[in-house]
């Protein structure tokens, strides 16, 4: 009879750097597993047959097989069969909810701490980036030629898997860097940019070409593209960057930002640096972020790292009813972000010189579930009060990016200004025109991005090989 394997039943931690020392710095939280605890914990898989982790992956990653060799350190082995399915795996080790993916299914997970999955595969494209990548297969050249419009990771997915497929993929950017959210929103502190850009720099050597500052449907529509410059299809991945405003009183005040700006100025231009970086930002002593999802986490520990007294999430529900990941509630608490739940502004309130001085709230209850199946927020009549703060970043969320939709012929868009795709083939309305990630399902997650990447990329392959045929 086979010998019972011996439960380990919690995850191995992760050294992460102290929360006193960390809100002083922009170097990442969480320092990844050395090689010992890696194997330790590949060593907790029970490596089930029926493999349930692996339809939580939206990439759909062979995840028994990669743990299988990192427990066997075989660390080589484990990341080349981590990237046949997926292209940026040191960002989605970190950044992607595995609690409601692959390690939500883990068989050990129902009585204990699932296999920290993520860790795992963090753990193994880390090792690969420390040696210089290992070059992937690439099938003989195809003749085709697709465009890619956006370099987030559904745009970076979809151009990879096309590549490996032989086609000439070039990728069109509006902004100066590739990698879109990765680069401008996510901060430093949860996902190093230099690691982006390694795992980008690895889709230039399939042959994948990057043209950043070209903004499609200014220099030239996805129309243009088609009919004039050659390209015989079209993937558009533009995401969703449009920030929602709260449209109260006062909100056009000094001192009011959208997340987007707030973060694009600290991560892409690195306003953090200025004066050595020349893009400033101002915080004042007291922040007060508005919403209770990841950006505004991210927007909330980020101004306190950029010398804020206090930083507070003003949120109109409960902490129970917050979409952010557990994780980064933890974090940040730990961080000392302050949280005032069950509040929301209605009044912006400037001084004379048109700066920030406080914020006029409401207090909430809440009510019957809604249409998300979370208790509506009820505003409490005669609940008003005031909110001392001097910066007030607004991270209500935000809508698909809107001029790629307004400037393509044929192209049928949701009430939302999404585009519709069908999510099994990312085909669009137009023929030859696919889509995914943001721009389709609104904001979500980067696995989900690249997942709708993937699934285009599967497509447009069908689709070129059979005008060939
Ligand atoms: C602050 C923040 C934190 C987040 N944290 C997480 C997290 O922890 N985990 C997680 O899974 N998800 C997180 N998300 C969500 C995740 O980043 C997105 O769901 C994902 O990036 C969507 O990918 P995408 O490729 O569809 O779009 P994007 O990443 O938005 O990329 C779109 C790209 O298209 C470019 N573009 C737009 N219009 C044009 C045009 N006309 N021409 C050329 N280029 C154009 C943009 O500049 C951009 O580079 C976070 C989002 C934000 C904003
Ligand atoms: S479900 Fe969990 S224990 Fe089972 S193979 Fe997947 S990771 Fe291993």
Same mark, same amino acid.
């Given at each position: 009879?086979?010998?019972?394997?011996?439960?380990?039943?919690?995850?191995?931690?992760?050294?992460?750097?102290?929360?006193?020392?960390?809100?002083?710095?922009?170097?990442?939280?969480?320092?990844?597993?050395?090689?010992?605890?890696?194997?330790?914990?590949?060593?907790?898989?029970?490596?089930?047959?029926?493999?349930?982790?692996?339809?939580?992956?939206?990439?759909?990653?062979?995840?028994?097989?990669?743990?299988?060799?990192?427990?066997?350190?075989?660390?080589?082995?484990?990341?080349?069969?981590?990237?046949?399915?997926? =292209?940026?795996?040191?960002?989605?080790?970190? #950044?992607?909810?595995?609690?409601?993916?692959?390690?939500?299914?883990?068989?050990?997970?129902?009585?204990?701490?699932?296999?920290?999955?993520?860790?795992?595969?963090?753990?193994?494209?880390?090792?690969?980036?420390?040696?210089?990548?290992?070059?992937?297969?690439?099938?003989?050249?195809?003749?085709?030629? #697709? =465009?890619?419009? !956006?370099?987030?990771?559904? %745009?970076?997915?979809?151009?990879?898997? @096309?590549?490996?497929?032989?086609?000439?993929?070039?990728? $069109?950017?509006?902004?100066?860097?590739?990698?879109?959210?990765? +680069?401008?929103?996510?901060?430093?502190?949860?996902?190093?940019?230099?690691?982006?850009?390694? &795992?980008?720099?690895? @889709?230039?050597?399939?042959?994948?070409?990057?043209? /950043?500052?070209?903004?499609?449907?200014?220099?030239?529509?996805?129309?243009?593209?088609?009919?004039?410059?050659?390209?015989?299809?079209?993937?558009?991945?533009?995401?969703?960057?449009?920030?929602? $405003? +709260?449209?109260?009183? %006062?909100?056009?005040?000094?001192?009011?930002?959208?997340?987007? &700006?707030?973060?694009?100025?600290?991560?892409?231009?690195?306003?953090?640096?200025?004066?050595?970086?020349?893009?400033?930002?101002?915080?004042?002593?007291?922040?007060?972020?508005? !919403?209770?999802?990841?950006? =505004? +986490?991210?927007?909330?520990?980020?101004?306190?790292?950029?010398?804020?007294?206090?930083?507070?999430?003003?949120?109109?529900?409960?902490?129970?009813?917050?979409? =952010?990941?557990? &994780?980064?509630?933890?974090?940040?608490?730990?961080?000392?972000?302050?949280?005032?739940?069950?509040?929301?502004?209605?009044?912006?309130?400037?001084?004379?010189?048109?700066?920030?001085? !406080?914020?006029?709230?409401?207090?909430?209850?809440?009510?019957?579930?809604?249409?998300?199946?979370?208790?509506?927020?009820?505003?409490?009549?005669?609940?008003?009060?005031?909110? &001392? #703060?001097?910066?007030?970043?607004?991270?209500?969320?935000?809508?698909?990016?809107?001029?790629?939709?307004?400037?393509?012929?044929? @192209?049928?868009?949701?009430?939302?200004?999404?585009?519709?795709?069908?999510?099994?083939?990312?085909? /669009?309305?137009?023929?030859?025109?696919?889509?995914?990630?943001?721009?389709?399902?609104?904001?979500?997650?980067?696995?989900?991005?690249?997942?709708?990447?993937?699934?285009?990329?599967?497509?447009?392959?069908?689709?070129?090989?059979?005008?060939?045929?």
């Amino acid at each position: 009879m086979a010998e019972k394997k011996e439960i380990i039943p919690k995850k191995h931690p992760m050294p992460v750097q102290d929360p006193r020392e960390r809100i002083r710095n922009f170097n990442e939280v969480a320092l990844g597993y050395d090689e010992e605890t890696a194997v330790a914990e590949a060593k907790r898989c029970l490596q089930c047959k029926k493999e349930p982790c692996r339809q939580g992956c939206p990439v759909e990653v062979d995840i028994p097989a990669f743990i299988r060799m990192v427990a066997e350190r075989d660390f080589e082995g484990a990341i080349k069969k981590i990237k046949e399915k997926n =292209a940026l795996p040191a960002v989605c080790g970190r #950044v992607c909810p595995q609690e409601n993916q692959c390690e939500k299914y883990c068989t050990l997970g129902k009585k204990h701490e699932p296999v920290a999955i993520g860790r795992l595969e963090r753990f193994c494209a880390d090792w690969e980036l420390a040696r210089g990548v290992f070059p992937q297969e690439v099938a003989p050249p195809t003749g085709f030629k #697709v =465009a890619v419009v !956006g370099s987030g990771p559904a %745009g970076l997915t979809c151009a990879a898997d @096309l590549a490996k497929l032989g086609h000439k993929v070039t990728v $069109f950017e509006a902004l100066h860097v590739p990698g879109g959210v990765l +680069m401008y929103g996510i901060p430093e502190f949860r996902l190093p940019k230099r690691v982006v850009q390694a &795992e980008i720099d690895n @889709l230039r050597n399939l042959g994948v070409e990057i043209v /950043t500052n070209a903004v499609v449907g200014k220099f030239a529509t996805v129309d243009e593209l088609m009919e004039e410059e050659g390209y015989d299809a079209v993937f558009i991945g533009t995401g969703a960057g449009l920030p929602y $405003f +709260m449209n109260i009183p %006062g909100e056009n005040s000094c001192g009011v930002y959208s997340a987007n &700006e707030f973060l694009t100025r600290v991560n892409l231009m690195k306003a953090y640096l200025f004066p050595a970086w020349d893009t400033p930002i101002k915080v004042g002593r007291k922040v007060a972020v508005i !919403g209770g999802g990841n950006v =505004a +986490m991210d927007a909330a520990r980020t101004a306190l790292r950029l010398g804020a007294e206090e930083s507070w999430i003003v949120y109109r529900r409960t902490e129970k009813e917050m979409p =952010a990941r557990h &994780e980064e509630v933890e974090n940040a608490k730990e961080e000392g972000i302050k949280f005032a739940f069950l509040t929301n502004p209605v009044r912006i309130l400037a001084d004379e010189h048109g700066w920030v001085k !406080g914020m006029e709230c409401l207090r909430y209850e809440l009510g019957e579930p809604d249409e998300s199946g979370r208790r509506r927020p009820v505003p409490i009549p005669g609940s008003e009060f005031i909110m &001392e #703060v001097d910066t007030v970043v607004v991270a209500i969320g935000q809508a698909p990016n809107p001029l790629v939709p307004r400037t393509t012929r044929g @192209l049928e868009i949701g009430k939302k200004g999404n585009i519709v795709a069908d999510p099994a083939t990312g085909a /669009t309305s137009k023929p030859g025109v696919f889509a995914g990630g943001d721009v389709v399902t609104g904001a979500a997650t980067v696995i989900l991005a690249m997942g709708a990447g993937r699934i285009a990329a599967r497509s447009i392959h069908a689709y070129l090989m059979s005008k060939k045929a």
